[in-house]
């Protein structure tokens, strides 16, 4: 995905707390970055697996997941009228 996207994401490296309100309207930045769909999914899939093998330790790790979770919590919290809550695991 690269820095430039992953700044268009809310929070702070992958932290963040939104209301309701906030969820609506950081959910078009997020799907604009997080909805990768051929060379660009398997590059950042790629590029996770990566970094999940060498410095993550943890080579079974979903890349996949990483990348569809956010997205899936903040489309439901936007859908149910929701805040949402997100919060990076660190080794």
Known sequence: MGPDATLRLPGRFGDFLL???QV???LPAVEETLVLTGT???DA???IHA???GLGDDPAHDADELVDGPL???RHAARTGHGAAGQVRWY
């Open 19 to 21: 209301d309701a309100e």
């Open 24 to 26: 609506r309207a950081q």
């Open 40 to 42: 660009p999914r398997r």
């Open 45 to 47: 899939i790629g590029r």
């Open 51 to 53: 970094w999940m093998t």
């Open 72 to 74: 899936r919590v903040l």
